[in-house]
């Protein structure tokens, strides 16, 4: 990101810069050294985060201006990190409109809408979760923003819920290999259907360079039928999975797991 600045030839200048959440008053913001150039570059700043930017002129050591009005600034997307990376969307306004920063969203249509929403019996933690309202016509898919590893050996955990136990709409976790075709979406688990909020986890296997994670709702009923997704968290495992998983010898209450240890 960068700072342009209208100034005086030969006056300096300080700018100080905070994320927007963090609520820094005047008192604790932390300036920079003195400027003389009209722009700057900013760096080491995190992808789609809200800033607060202040600039004031400076004199002397003893002696500066006030700091300026703030003013909101937001970086692009670039490359979110994977282990860490979390999302509960109560930094959104509620709205048919309304698409997480740097999430892919497809069928979002009269037939359907998938958006941020504050439905109350949706949601894990208030305000808002993300809301899929679907039908027969064709399957809502969400696609989580990129991220600065590959996901496979990531283990997400999220909260979700569907309307109905009884009328097919199966919610599932999976990954996409192409980002601009939801048809491209691999499902790697069908999410039992529950009318309360759950919490669940899944671990990304077998996911080529570039895919992302993404979520599916389809439903059978020409009538939408709703489900949600919320407080999403990631944390990549790594190498620390095994492979080569078998399961044998099952019986009513036992089962013999084997995994290729070389």
Request: with cysteine.
């Amino acid at each position: 990101s960068s700072i342009s600045v209208n100034i005086e030839e030969g006056t300096q200048w300080q700018y100080a810069i905070a994320r927007t959440a963090d609520n820094v008053d005047y008192a604790n913001l932390v300036p920079s050294d003195p400027i003389t150039e009209s722009s700057v570059v900013i760096g080491e700043l995190t992808p789609s985060t809200r800033y607060n930017v202040y600039v004031r002129k400076y004199c002397s050591a003893e002696e500066q201006s006030r700091w300026s009005s703030v003013v909101v600034g937001k970086t692009s997307c670039g490359l979110m990190p994977l282990d860490g990376y979390s999302e509960d969307f109560n930094s959104y306004t509620s709205g048919s409109t309304m698409a997480p920063d740097c999430w892919k969203l497809f069928k979002r249509s009269a037939s359907g809408t998938l958006y941020v929403h504050n439905a109350s019996a949706y949601v894990h933690t208030s305000p808002n979760s993300l809301y899929f309202t679907t039908t027969s016509s064709g399957p809502q898919v969400a696609v989580l923003p990129e991220f600065d590893a590959p996901i496979s050996g990531a283990q997400i955990t999220f909260w979700y819920r569907t309307e109905s136990t009884s009328v097919v709409e199966p919610l599932e976790v999976g990954f996409v290999t192409d980002i601009m075709d939801s048809t491209s979406f691999v499902s790697l688990e069908t999410l039992p259907q529950v009318t309360s909020m759950t919490e669940h986890s899944t671990i990304i296997v077998g996911a080529p360079a570039g895919a992302r994670i993404a979520f599916r709702h389809t439903c059978a009923s020409s009538t939408l039928y709703y489900a949600s997704i919320d407080d999403i968290s990631i944390v990549n495992l790594g190498g620390c999975l095994p492979s080569g998983a078998t399961i044998s010898n099952v019986t009513s209450n036992s089962a013999v797991i084997t995994i290729n240890t070389t």
